[in-house]
């Protein structure tokens, strides 16, 4: 665990530690309740003002056979009185509620750190099934950590049995065991727990009730009996004034599509097909048809988007959602949008590719095919939001630039930042950004003819005018042949389909995005890390920890990947070093070392999981040493 | 069998969209775009037909919209003077269901082609049949690709001998009324692009309709498949072979009418007899209004891929709710129900606030 801040002791003689910061991590089966554990304890550390990120770890089967490692399901979530930026490398404490769960995550405790194991589950038979020949409960190889070993299933049958409620139900609560004996150990308040079990559970008030006794029944076993000396508080952080709310990616990218449709004052067309780790982001959207949204559940991805955007061309803000193999078949669509310069926006929430790939796990690696997975000079605008909040803004952004310059704009988010979760400083409405759009009424060919030119541009934006059907005199026809400019009839002229080509990229390259700012608060670092997206946490936490060894090193995170904010050259330029990491074989590395012709060094790893902090202090180590030489 | 009456309010399909009494003609909806279609090409018949018939719908020109994939049919929207879009190969009816949802004043039109609705886009073309989305699909069915030069279709005869297919093809095809009528579709017909009578009573019953029209279009490429469907053209043999449906008559067909269908009382199924044989009141009376597919689907399995007989008009036509009509309504019903407060969907129910110092 991290630094003590101050001891003292409770008025019933267990010591009271006050820590800094935590790192928890739940894992047991995925039959278990592991996330709603996780997020339950995630609710309580918001409610009590913590600074908070998550990180959940599930296989991608609905039920994998159970106690296997395949099987295992986890939850991370580190809390802390200060902003943090990640969900942290490694737990402090580790709750492990069967031997694979143990198994699977034993590794990543570093030595005296806390574990607590549901000692029900170590059978001789749960202990073969993944391979342990000893049970590791009863030899010294768990020595170097503080154990505390609960026998969490019987307990909670104990304290369930005059409910009447089956063994098995009974036993199922025991998660919700583990929930409450966490919780006297950091102090967390119980009542939003307790008020959400008699919710989520309202029409089986007896299961209500069970969940309420195996929690309470857990914060009492801490209470009473003397297997825990200390308890740890963490106090509130101090994070900038206003409210704040607990936010998942997803649930925020929802948000922001609302969001954009109430700014817009357009209804919002979301199109989609069910995807790991989008579906979601369907599901949000669902619940808020209040807003004039409609979802619908295309036969496919290709129909999802098309339906998007054949809402666009009505006039409506059409969305799509996927995840790579979904943005490759709708690839085609995405060509069509860009040749009929429609306004479009795909949420595409990357995960471990290729193929099939792996749907639960994050990566960075559809950067490329965002980029260019089109035929011909097809491109498009390209967001990537930083954090879990982060997708509220990035999803406004995408809608503005959508609507503005009547485009498509992939927005990338990941695994990481789609189910983690951290803190949100609610934002003003009223400060919320314009996006009305003015749709054509009027002819405007330039030749006084008194017809209507649908691929006549803004002068500005090279934006064309946004005609939909309905409006009288503008009847237009478009489509994917190539467009004649100005009057938009077809076109096989080959100095137009020149000028066109290069009118669609030029539009694409002079949208107004901001500068990327550069994070060095030393003003005197000579390597630049730079990020995209959803490492924005490890990159910012791994850069603070070189800092704090009396280091330099400056941080630049980009959230318009096309284009490129139009002072990146120039800060690429000024730095000595620019190392580049990302989860995948270095896709943006490529990108700026093409553009703008600077050595960019790309650190790159692919496992499913986002950095670790301790990871990349190693690696931007080893840069800013090398220039110092 | 009956319909079943849902309780909805029975719509119209050009409900909700705006009319005008301004005289319109054929002239109107002609576009400035030069019509690219190989001469005689059975497309043009069809487009003149379109484009004499809507004017009969008094509808506003500006609230039409035609949507097309991709195929030498699919080329018709350029040449309407409507609203339309040539969308990508077989995705039209997914591109019109978006536009159809979000648009209820639109009269949405789609055209395609054997290659485009059966092959690339079957799976669309499945799944809004079954959705019932208040679309009007011109399938226009010349059994070959005429676009990519030749190459068979899914409605092709086995054994068809192309450019891919020296040896003859292999698949069997698809009878599309029947995939419709598998599919649901609340409205199916049937018309030939020659028969501009024929043609034109399909389509204004398809336009009537609320809910997904298909309509089938026999198709002449001369270029490609000349002669593909000449026999229902030949007087004297299209007699023999054309069936055409009448909603609430006898079916029957003939020079002289001394063919028809009749139900075989030992096996169900239906059957061509000679009336004389079986007398007229063994006739089937058609309705195109039972709920139950099956009536139609055997109507449709009367011809086969030789054309010995071919059956005409509007196979079914019955009420259904339609998707984007169901769609608004769950818009509107939540609308109702809960204010569109943006402000307090972000708060949420678990707030806590930082204080300043
Ligand atoms: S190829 Fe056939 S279908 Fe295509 S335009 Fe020519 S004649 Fe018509």
Same mark, same amino acid.
């Given at each position: ?59 991608? $089967? ?87 070993? %609960? ?147 295309? $036969? ?216 990327? %700012? ?82 960019? %060094?790309?650190?790159?790893? %692919? ?23 | ?357």
């Amino acid at each position: 665990m991290s630094t003590d801040v101050g001891n003292g002791a409770s008025p019933e003689g267990t010591e009271v530690r006050k820590l800094d910061r935590v790192v928890i991590r739940f894992a047991g089966d995925s039959g278990d309740g592991m996330q709603l554990t996780g997020d339950r304890f995630t609710s309580e550390a918001a409610a009590f003002g913590n600074d908070l990120a998550t990180l959940p770890n599930f296989p991608a $089967e609905i039920r994998a056979p159970q106690g296997t490692l395949p099987g295992v399901s986890s939850f991370q979530l580190h809390f802390a009185d200060y902003d943090i930026l990640t969900p942290g490398d490694r737990p402090d404490v580790l709750v492990a509620m069967n031997p694979a769960a143990l198994k699977a995550n034993i590794a990543d405790l570093p030595k005296g750190g806390t574990l607590i194991v549901n000692t029900d589950e170590f059978t001789k038979r749960n202990l073969t099934k993944v391979g342990y020949d000893e049970d590791p409960l009863e030899n010294d190889s768990l020595a170097a950590f503080n154990v505390h070993k %609960v026998a969490m299933a019987t307990l909670t049958k104990g304290a369930l049995e005059a409910t009447g409620l089956s063994k098995k139900d009974a036993e199922r609560a025991k998660n919700m065991f583990a929930l409450g004996l966490l919780s006297w150990m950091y102090h967390r308040p119980t009542e939003g727990t307790e008020r959400f079990l008699r919710e989520k559970f309202a029409r089986q008030p007896d299961i209500a009730e069970a969940n309420v006794l195996a929690f309470r029944a857990g914060w009492n076993y801490g209470e009473t009996t003397e297997s825990f000396a200390v308890t740890y508080q963490v106090a509130p952080a101090k994070l900038a004034t206003g409210t704040y709310r607990q936010i998942t990616g997803n649930t925020a990218l929802a948000y922001g599509i609302v969001a954009a449709g109430q700014q817009s004052g357009l209804p919002v067309v979301l199109g989609t097909y069910p995807i790991t780790p989008a579906s979601d982001v369907l599901h949000e959207l669902a619940k808020h048809k209040n807003f004039g949204i409609t979802t619908l559940q295309a $036969e496919d991805e290709i129909a999802g988007i098309g339906a998007a955007l054949g809402a666009s061309f009505g006039g409506a803000l059409g969305v799509t959602s996927t995840s790579g193999p979904g943005v490759a078949l709708k690839s085609e669509t995405i060509g069509l949008a860009v040749m009929t310069e429609l306004p479009l926006i795909v949420l595409a929430i990357q995960r471990g590719g290729p193929s099939t790939g792996l749907p639960t796990k994050t990566e960075q690696a559809d950067l490329l095919q965002a980029m260019f997975g089109r035929n011909g000079e097809s491109p498009v605008a390209i967001i990537a939001p930083m954090s879990p909040a982060d997708c509220f803004d990035a999803a406004l952004e995408a809608a503005r630039i959508a609507l503005t310059y009547r485009t498509p704009v992939i927005l990338l988010s990941d695994g990481a930042i789609a189910n983690g979760s951290e803190p949100w400083l609610i934002p003003d409405v009223d400060a919320l950004p314009d996006l009305s759009v003015e749709f054509a009424s009027e002819p405007n060919a330039p030749d006084g003819s008194g017809e209507f030119w649908p691929y006549l541009r803004d002068p500005e934006t090279l934006a064309r005018p946004w005609a939909v059907p309905g409006t009288p005199g503008l009847q237009h026809r478009i489509g994917g042949l190539e467009k004649a400019d100005g009057t938009g009839n077809i076109s096989y002229d080959p100095d137009n389909h020149d000028k066109m080509v290069r009118l669609r990229q030029a539009k694409i390259d002079g949208i107004t995005v901001p500068d990327v %700012v550069v994070d060095d608060p030393s003003g005197k670092a000579r390597v630049l890390v730079v990020g995209w997206g959803s490492s924005f946490g490890p990159i910012g936490a791994a850069c603070r920890r070189v800092r704090r060894l009396g280091m330099t090193v400056a941080h630049a995170h980009l959230r318009h990947l096309n284009p490129f904010p139009d002072n990146l050259g120039e800060v690429l330029a000024s730095y000595d070093r620019v190392v580049v990491p990302e989860m995948n074989l270095g896709q943006l590395a490529l990108l700026l070392r093409a553009k703008y012709l600077v050595d960019a %060094v790309s650190y790159t790893k %692919v496992a499913g999981l986002p950095f670790k902090a301790e990871e990349l202090q190693n690696v931007l180590i080893d840069f800013v040493q090398g220039v110092a030489q | 069998m009956t319909t079943i009456d849902l309780g909805l309010p029975s719509l119209g399909g050009l409900d909700g969209v705006p009319t005008t009494e301004d005289k319109q003609t054929a002239k109107d909806y002609k576009s400035d775009q030069e019509v690219r279609w190989c001469p005689g090409c059975g497309d043009y018949a069809v487009l003149a037909a379109v484009q004499s018939f809507l004017p009969q719908l008094g509808l506003k020109r500006e609230n039409i919209t035609f949507v097309s994939g991709i195929g030498c049919s699919s080329r018709f929207p350029y040449y309407m003077n409507t609203y339309g879009m040539h969308s990508i190969h077989g995705r039209a009816p997914a591109i019109a269901t978006g536009l159809a949802v979000s648009r209820p004043d639109l009269s949405v039109w789609v055209v395609t082609g054997d290659g485009d609705a059966l092959s690339i886009g079957g799976n669309h073309l499945i799944h809004t049949l079954r959705r019932n989305v208040n679309l009007k699909i011109l399938l226009f069915n010349n059994r070959i690709y005429g676009l990519t030069k030749g190459q068979y279709s899914p409605t092709s005869e086995e054994g068809k001998v192309t450019k891919s297919t020296p040896m003859g093809s292999l698949d069997h095809p698809f009878n599309p009324v029947s995939l419709a009528l598998g599919a649901e579709a609340t409205f199916v017909g049937r018309a030939l692009d020659s028969d501009r009578k024929g043609l034109t009573e399909v389509l204004q019953a398809a336009a009537e309709h609320r809910g997904s029209a298909l309509v089938e279009i026999y198709q002449n490429c001369p270029i490609f498949n000349d002669g593909a469907f000449e026999v229902l053209k030949e007087p004297g043999e299209r007699e023999q072979r054309i069936i055409p449906l009448r909603h609430g008559q006898p079916i029957r067909f003939g020079p002289a009418g001394e063919h028809g269908v009749v139900r075989n009382p030992a096996t169900g199924m239906l059957e061509v007899a000679e009336v004389a044989t079986v007398g007229e009141q063994a006739l089937v009376v058609h309705d195109t209004t039972l709920d139950d597919p099956s009536y139609s689907f055997a109507l449709s399995r009367l011809g086969g891929q030789d054309l010995t007989h071919t059956v005409t008009g509007v196979f079914r036509s019955v009420s259904r709710p339609t998707y984007d009509d169901l769609a608004r309504e769950q818009v509107h019903l939540a609308q109702q129900s809960r204010r569109a407060d943006l402000r307090s969907l972000l708060r949420g129910k678990d707030t806590w606030t930082v204080a300043g110092d």
